[in-house]
């Protein structure tokens, strides 16, 4: 492009591709000398992807928010120190999950956190339950009681708790239609047996390794959302939230853990979560180091790369389009419907 050509003359020089008239010249250009399966893709979940399957043009983004930006959360498992409080207040997180493992915990808790501009989330086992329906913390949004078991849902549905706490989750190392198919297996047992669901209420999705098949996994689960909120007539207002969570390797390095950890970060907000956070093993001798550096990893996606701004980018692409419809249908049909709809509204 020669220097009295602006970027805008690109739209003018270049077409839109016609997908009927590049499967013609595929055609023409190859003639008979490969079979219809040649230009096939094989994707995981065993999803095969034609060439040209008819595609569609006027993809929505799939969204419900007004905005495209994320919490920044980040996880200790082990009540951080004052001083480590004070210096949080120097960064931009907006929450604090902390692991708790004993009554004292919760107490002391109570009794000493300090005021802080991030919002706090509280992670503790299933027979801290009674006490923790009594607990009073500024800032407390939510408690994950680990597991959410009957007895614990039975218990806290029969008090008033300022904080949420209902969630459902998927195991670690599972396909994308297994973990969403756990997903709602959660998410239908809870409608099954009450009037509606809690407002409030969250969705931890580990994050794996595979970057294109991430994305197109919490695409699948938006649009799952939408559907079954669509099908029980419940208010789309408690639809809830997904946090995005990536854990390490604790046989490998610091820069090893910190380049795995940028690559699936950015495969998490370009799918669309609304929070993402590391969960390092707290064995490592990095961990410290490597909180203060993936903190970083977050600012580097919302200020640089200005990913906050952009509602589901990747909409339209052909590749991920496919398999976004293809394992949301799969899903949707196992759990008993018909042909999911598109998540927009």
Not at 62 to 67: D, G, L, R, V
């Amino acid at each position: 492009m020669g220097p009295d050509k602006s970027i805008t003359d690109l739209f003018h020089i270049f077409q839109i591709p016609n997908p009927n008239k590049w499967w013609q010249q595929v055609q023409k250009e190859l003639g008979n000398q490969h079979n219809a399966t040649d230009l096939e893709w094989l994707m995981d979940e065993g999803i095969t992807i034609p060439p040209n399957p008819g595609m569609k043009s006027g993809y929505t983004p799939i969204s419900w928010q007004p905005t495209f930006d994320w919490k920044i959360v980040e996880k200790y498992h082990e009540i951080p120190s004052l001083h480590q409080v004070e210096e949080l207040q120097n960064y931009e997180v907006d929450e604090l999950i902390l692991h708790v493992s004993e009554v004292d915990q919760l107490k002391h808790l109570q009794n000493s956190w300090p005021e802080s501009k991030s919002r706090i989330s509280l992670e503790m086992p299933a027979n801290l339950a009674p006490q923790a329906t009594e607990i009073k913390l500024k800032g407390l949004d939510f408690v994950k009681f680990l597991p959410l078991s009957d007895q614990v849902v039975h218990l806290l549905s029969a008090r008033s708790i300022s904080y949420s706490w209902y969630y459902s989750d998927a195991t670690l190392h599972s396909s994308p239609i297994q973990s969403l198919e756990q997903i709602f297996i959660q998410i239908l047992k809870h409608l099954r047996h009450s009037d509606g669901y809690p407002a409030g209420g969250r969705i931890y999705l580990p994050i794996q390794d595979n970057y294109l098949t991430e994305i197109v996994k919490i695409r699948a689960l938006k649009i799952l959302l939408l559907n079954c909120w669509k099908a029980c007539h419940l208010p789309f207002d408690t639809i809830p939230q997904i946090y995005g969570y990536l854990t390490s390797d604790p046989g490998a390095d610091l820069p090893t853990n910190l380049i795995a950890a940028t690559c699936r970060a950015m495969a998490t907000v370009v799918g669309g979560v609304d929070a993402l956070y590391f969960d390092l093993a707290p064995t490592v001798s990095y961990a410290n180091e490597f909180r203060r550096l993936s903190r970083n990893i977050h600012y580097i996606l919302k200020h640089e790369s200005n990913l906050n701004h952009r509602i589901d980018p990747v909409c339209g692409s052909y590749n991920l389009e496919y398999m976004t419809e293809t394992i949301a249908s799969k899903v949707w049909h196992k759990m008993g419907g018909m042909d999911p709809e598109r998540a927009s509204v």
